[in-house]
């Protein structure tokens, strides 16, 4: 079976540009979270997905942020503009049910200059 | 406010020195209590989930309990490949996960 999957693993952007990153899945789980930790903090929540549906978007810090998952597969978080407090690792996870522990892809890491 | 703090934040043991982690927790209405282990540039990987006081599971050299205010990692003779950030986590209302800061953990053959 394959994990979480995410690119870019690295991305390096100016302040004020725009980044996507991108997760899929593993095959089959419905529930798709995005998380990050930034330099020195834990791993913060931002969102989750059921299927294409946003079932929980507290965590998302500000408009800046925007994220999708058209067709209930794989999802994208882009950044737009990106600002320095931004930089950190963006981490995706999938679960089968909602009860499971989750899987992590093994992150992006954004860096803002 | 929900909270979840680690201890120590790093551990330093030699190879078959059995040790202890600690995850203190503060959240009402626990919907489940989970560990991972985090290796240099992976995503985190589950290793358990524990529901209630007195629940305890146990992976090779791995066993994590369960009280009201505390769960427990124990790491039993442990050997160089156990060496690796683990993080803790609860799940209270919603179902996103709240994650404590880690305790790195360094074995030394």
């Known amino acids: 079976e394959a994990g979480v999957t995410q690119f870019p693993s690295h991305s390096v952007i100016e302040k004020g540009q725009t980044v996507t990153l991108r997760c899929d899945p593993i095959s089959g789980h419905d529930n798709l979270y995005w998380y990050r930790r930034v330099m020195g903090k834990e791993i913060k929540f931002l969102l989750h997905?059921?299927?294409?549906?946003?079932?929980?978007e507290s965590g998302m810090p500000n408009n800046r942020f925007l994220a999708e998952r058209t067709g209930g597969t794989y999802s994208t978080l882009k950044v737009q503009p990106a600002e320095l407090e931004d930089s950190g690792v963006y981490f995706c996870?999938?679960?089968?049910?909602?009860?499971?522990?989750?899987?992590f892809g093994s992150g992006t890491r954004l860096t803002v200059v | 406010e929900d909270q979840v703090t680690q201890s120590p934040e790093a551990l330093r043991l030699q190879e078959g020195e059995s040790s202890s982690l600690n995850c203190s927790y503060t959240v009402s209405g626990l919907r489940g209590l989970f560990w991972y282990r985090q290796d240099p540039g992976k995503g985190p990987e589950f290793l358990f989930t524990l529901y209630s006081a007195g629940e305890e599971k146990e992976k090779e050299r791995l066993k994590a309990t369960l009280t009201k205010k505390e769960s427990f990692l124990h790491i039993t003779a442990p050997k160089p490949e156990d060496s690796a950030t683990y993080l803790c986590?609860?799940?209270?209302?919603?179902?996103?996960?709240?994650f404590g800061g880690g305790t790195r953990v360094l074995v030394k053959p």
């Open positions: 997905f059921v299927k294409e549906s946003k079932q929980d």
């Open positions: 996870a999938s679960s089968q049910d909602r009860n499971y522990g989750y899987t």
């Open positions: 986590a609860f799940k209270a209302a919603g179902n996103k996960l709240t």
